[in-house]
């Protein structure tokens, strides 16, 4: 356990809103099946006020290739939670010391059907930043720290249509497109947070052809 005094109330409160936020049916685990994974949503603290480190993820990759993601990966057995598993699979792709973080708590478990995982979003407060860059080339390209008011900037929302014709959210932050499930969990987590603003819905753009050649390789 932490103490709570040394997180940040806004980031108790978004942890609380979003643990208790219904979990849509398509995100929803099966019964049975499924591997088991977790990610990092790390939240800190910079000149522009609140962000959430992200990563693109090598082009190279034979798993969702190209995309946005938080850093994260399957749980294996010597993991002994979800959140050392987090934690270890951030430290392995950013470079991140674990020393500087404090599991605030983690999200009910999500499921993916394109990659069959069962994840587990672990919130973090990054309390002691360190130094990160692609630490692990062949799985990683770049880290960004992405401050909460550019993902919440109603012109850098919008959704995203793949050729099956689902539309889910979307941002374009820092020269990233980031969409799928990353771009899901963030627009729920923000929501529930009650840092989201009000922004056109409406704006639905079909994902680029660059982007699906990399989708497609899962």
């Not at 480190?53 to 190279?60: D, H």
């Not at 999200?107 to 360190?130: F, I, K, M």
């Not at 401050?147 to 889910?168: F, I, Q």
């Not at 941002?171 to 947070?193: E, N």
Request: net charge negative; proline share 10%; aromatic share 6%.
């Amino acid at each position: 356990m932490i103490d709570a005094t040394h997180v940040p109330e806004w980031l108790a409160t978004l942890t609380t809103a979003a643990g208790r936020a219904p979990v849509p049916g398509y995100l929803k685990p099966p019964a049975d099946g499924g591997r088991a994974a977790a990610v990092l949503m790390l939240f800190g603290e910079s000149p522009q006020g609140p962000d959430v480190l992200l990563i693109q993820r090598s082009s190279r990759g034979s798993r969702h290739a190209g995309q946005p993601a938080f850093p994260g990966g399957g749980v294996d057995p010597q993991d002994a939670s979800p959140a050392a598993a987090a934690l270890r699979e951030a430290r392995e792709e950013t470079g991140l010391d674990p020393a500087g973080v404090a599991v605030v708590g983690a999200l009910p478990e999500l499921y993916v059907a394109a990659s069959d995982n069962r994840v587990t979003p672990v919130v973090g407060w990054w309390h002691t930043p360190s130094a990160v860059s692609a630490a692990s080339p062949d799985e990683v390209e770049s880290v960004e720290r992405v401050p909460l008011a550019e993902l919440c900037d109603p012109g850098n929302r919008l959704r995203t249509r793949t050729p099956s014709g689902y539309v889910g959210a979307a941002f374009r932050v820092r020269g990233l497109l980031v969409w799928g499930f990353t771009a899901g969990l963030l627009d729920r987590v923000l929501a529930a947070g009650r840092f989201e603003r009000p922004w056109d819905a409406s704006r639905v753009e079909d994902l680029p052809p660059d982007v699906l050649g990399l989708a497609g390789r899962r």
